[in-house]
């Protein structure tokens, strides 16, 4: 087996993605329930605009207009929407969709040959082009509120557990309700379209540095809040149905656990010591660069080769 990125046939990619889009389908919808009907439309931006920017693409290079139909832009568009805050400006949202698809995927050569996560590529963008937009974090009913990081950063209370894990807190879209996200990610490992190595490795890494580590400005180890770690921001949504891509992700059973330890160390260090209270994205973004390599390292060895 080749190392990333690499390729599947067309009737699996279809199959694969639809399958993602309905393991998602519960925790957009309870988004629109949580924050109101304008989160229906960054949705409905975000999916369109990333199949029109792929449509777009695909007459310009003079390929057959089809390949939409495999569903991965699609996907790229609504996981771009589930990753901004639910009072996004809908402009900003289109703009990151075609960045995800031009400068994500079609860049290198489309689907099976991006080397990054085509939607973290798009939010990476937004984050550094419009800061001020994608940390305007509101709760229900679009009041302005911290996310439960951000709090826990400034020392201020942090909602109860089980807000955290039903959905009852502030956040991007797609972060909100655990409970849904873990559901979908069950889902998709029961159908075998993602291994449960990467998330498993992902979250157990996070849940243990961020408990035995002192977050900057605190003393002591063993005293920090894992389950409060694991519970907030973008983790599970990052680590079920961003992490495990195909196309991005290592292909041996060895690199998939080396893939979710590095990208947990990387959000443990970036949560607990950074400039920014979340680190999912770029620790993914930085794991998908290392693929190729992690995949060159833990694949056996052929036999009869030196």
Not at 50 to 77: C, H, N, Q, W, Y
């Amino acid at each position: 087996m080749s190392s990333s990125p690499h390729l599947h046939s067309g009737d699996t990619v279809r199959q694969a993605m639809l399958l993602v889009l309905l393991a998602l389908a519960p925790a957009a919808l309870f988004a629109v329930y949580h924050f109101g009907w304008y989160v229906l439309a960054i949705l409905l931006t975000g999916t369109i605009s990333a199949v029109l920017a792929e449509t777009a693409l695909l007459r310009f290079m003079k390929k057959p207009l089809t390949i939409v139909l495999d569903g991965s832009a699609a996907l790229t568009g609504l996981l771009l929407a589930l990753n901004v805050p639910a009072g996004a400006p809908l402009w900003m949202v289109a703009i990151g969709a075609f960045m995800a698809i031009i400068i994500g995927k079609h860049v290198f050569g489309g689907l099976g040959y991006n080397p990054f996560n085509p939607a973290l590529v798009g939010r990476a963008i937004l984050v550094s082009s419009w800061p001020a937009h994608m940390m305007a974090w509101v709760g229900p009913g679009l009041i302005s509120s911290a996310t439960p990081l951000a709090m826990q950063r400034a020392g201020e209370a942090v909602p109860p557990y089980l807000d955290l894990f039903f959905g009852l807190k502030a956040g991007s879209l797609g972060e909100v309700s655990v409970f849904l996200l873990l559901l979908g990610g069950i889902f998709l490992i029961c159908k075998r379209v993602i291994d449960w190595k990467i998330p498993a490795a992902y979250l157990a890494t996070v849940a243990l540095m961020t408990w035995v580590l002192p977050a900057r400005g605190q003393i002591g180890f063993f005293a920090g809040d894992p389950l409060m770690h694991v519970l907030s921001g973008g983790l599970v949504l990052g680590a079920f149905f961003m992490a495990t891509d195909w196309v991005t992700s290592p292909v041996t059973k060895l690199g998939r656990v080396v893939m979710g330890l590095g990208a947990g160390i990387i959000t443990a260090v970036i949560r607990l010591y950074g400039g920014l209270p979340e680190g999912v994205t770029f620790a993914i973004l930085i794991m998908n660069g290392l693929t190729p390599l992690i995949d060159r390292y833990t694949m056996g060895r052929r036999f009869g080769v030196r």
